[in-house]
């Protein structure tokens, strides 16, 4: 795959666990973020890297947790989620961050607390 | 009040038909326009994007911008089973530089 793959693509976990999703792109951008799609609700950003530095964290809970070791990779660590953290969650890259760079999103992964 | 209104859906119409999508917005500052095509099991695609009023085309889609209104709209000419998608209008505040996205319209092109 090319462009902005994420990992894995669907993945059940219990309130107690704790597991992290993955995100590369292969566009050699410098801005990547988190999003989360829940079902009749807009697009939530949650997290803005630039080159590897955070520049946005959106009233995240801190059982969310970000983590970009270069431009290239992002995580997204979690632990104790609840369920209504199921959701759709979406990575996406952009050359730089701001007005006129447009966004290249992954497929998503597709997170089921139970 | 949310920042973005995106009209409702389902929409569903007969393959040929004009279909119109529309936003309204309250937040002055917003200066970037964009529309995205969202497939099933897929992440969200730009289709197009504006930072000024009037209109852009696109092959079949034209995305049109009213800011004394704050109104956007995206039409779809001929439109085709492929077609068939959710559509996100979204919208940037250039200071701020992060987008704001209306809730989508899912949209149903019958052959």
């Given at each position: 795959?090319?462009?902005?793959?994420?990992?894995?693509?669907?993945?059940?976990?219990?309130?107690?666990?704790?597991?992290?999703?993955?995100?590369?792109?292969?566009?050699?951008?410098?801005?990547?973020?988190?999003?989360?799609?829940?079902?009749?609700?807009?697009?939530?950003?949650?997290?803005?890297?630039?080159?590897?530095?955070?520049?946005?964290?959106?009233?995240?809970?801190?059982?969310?947790?970000?983590?970009?070791?270069?431009?290239?990779?992002?995580?997204?660590?979690?632990?104790?989620?609840?369920?209504?953290?199921?959701?759709?969650?979406?990575?996406?890259?952009?050359?730089?961050?701001?007005?006129?760079?447009?966004?290249?999103?992954?497929?998503?992964?597709?997170?089921?607390?139970? | 009040?949310?920042?973005?209104?995106q009209d409702?859906g389902?929409l569903?119409?007969?393959?040929?038909?004009?279909v119109?999508l529309?936003c309204?917005?309250?937040?002055?500052?917003?200066?970037?326009?964009?529309w995205y095509r969202q497939?099933?099991?897929?992440?969200p695609?730009?289709l197009?994007?504006?930072?000024?009023?009037?209109?852009?085309?696109?092959?079949?889609?034209?995305?049109?911008?009213?800011?004394?209104?704050?109104?956007?709209?995206l039409?779809i000419?001929?439109?085709?089973?492929?077609d068939?998608a959710t559509y996100l209008c979204?919208?940037?505040?250039?200071?701020?530089?992060?987008?704001?996205?209306g809730?989508g319209t899912t949209l149903?092109?019958?052959?």
């Open positions: 795959e090319t462009g902005v793959t994420q990992t894995p693509r669907h993945l059940v976990m219990g309130m107690t666990n704790k597991k992290s999703l993955k995100c590369e792109q292969h566009l050699g951008h410098n801005a990547m973020y988190w999003y989360k799609q829940s079902a009749k609700k807009p697009l939530e950003l949650m997290f803005v890297y630039n080159f590897k530095e955070q520049t946005e964290n959106n009233s995240v809970p801190s059982r969310f947790s970000p983590e970009c070791p270069n431009s290239s990779h992002l995580f997204l660590h979690l632990h104790t989620l609840q369920p209504e953290d199921s959701a759709l969650y979406l990575c996406a890259s952009s050359p730089g961050q701001g007005a006129g760079y447009e966004q290249y999103f992954g497929p998503g992964t597709r997170l089921t607390v139970t | 009040q949310k920042e973005v209104e409702p389902p569903s119409v007969p393959e040929g038909a004009i119109s529309n309204t917005y309250s937040n002055s500052a917003f200066q970037y326009f964009m497939y099933s099991r897929k992440g695609e730009l197009m994007y504006t930072y000024s009023s009037g209109n852009k085309e696109d092959g079949r889609f034209t995305a049109q911008v009213d800011k004394s209104s704050k109104y956007i709209s039409f000419r001929d439109s085709q089973p492929s068939s979204a919208m940037m505040d250039t200071n701020a530089g992060k987008s704001t996205f809730d149903t092109v019958k052959p």
